[in-house]
């Protein structure tokens, strides 16, 4: 019902359709894209992203990554922004915790920016039900100390994954950080 992307609605508060596509190799590596339509930005209003990068572990998972951020039509907004990813399980939460950052360039003003988040991630046993938080502060091109949280619950239901959450952030940002709630319908093969 929403693209929110670190608690900031990029479709301005409009459903989205984001499709994905990963291919992956048993050594780890990976290479895929993600796309999702977005609110205005004098282009075409899609986003499209291309990554790659390494994953694996067992009791601690990992993941590090690039991750090349295309607005068609605005060439000018595109960025690169490099990721790394920790995971572990404790009991019957899931852990996660991810360090994002972009150098300075030109999509991002020539500035740099930095985004340390933190999720977790509870089944509820005999259901369908896992509840979700985050947690993330960004600083640099994209926020100024800014934080974004989220809370809620997923459904595995006859294949599809079906999501309730409530996000937020502590900046306005004209409205498109205000908090909301997000509802999704995910289906993957």
Do not use: C
């Amino acid at each position: 019902s929403d693209y929110r992307f670190r608690g900031v609605s990029l479709s301005d508060k409009d459903p989205a359709f984001q499709p994905s596509i990963t291919i992956s190799h048993e050594s780890g590596l990976y290479v895929g894209a993600w796309g999702s339509n977005i609110a205005d930005n004098t282009g075409d209003d899609v986003e499209l992203d291309v990554y790659a990068g390494f994953a694996g572990g067992d009791a601690l998972t990992y993941d590090l990554g690039v991750t090349y951020y295309l607005y068609p039509g605005v060439s000018s907004a595109n960025y690169a922004e490099v990721v790394g990813k920790l995971g572990t399980t404790v009991g019957p939460v899931q852990l996660g915790g991810m360090f994002a950052y972009a150098p300075s360039q030109g999509g991002t003003g020539n500035q740099d920016n930095v985004y340390l988040g933190g999720n977790a991630s509870l089944g509820i046993p005999t259901t369908p039900l896992k509840v979700n938080a985050s947690l993330g502060l960004e600083d640099g091109a994209f926020g100024d100390k800014k934080m974004d949280w989220s809370l809620g619950v997923t459904a595995d239901v006859a294949g599809f994954t079906l999501g309730a959450s409530y996000v937020d952030t502590n900046r306005f940002i004209g409205g498109l950080g205000k908090a909301g709630a997000v509802f999704s319908v995910s289906y993957g093969f």
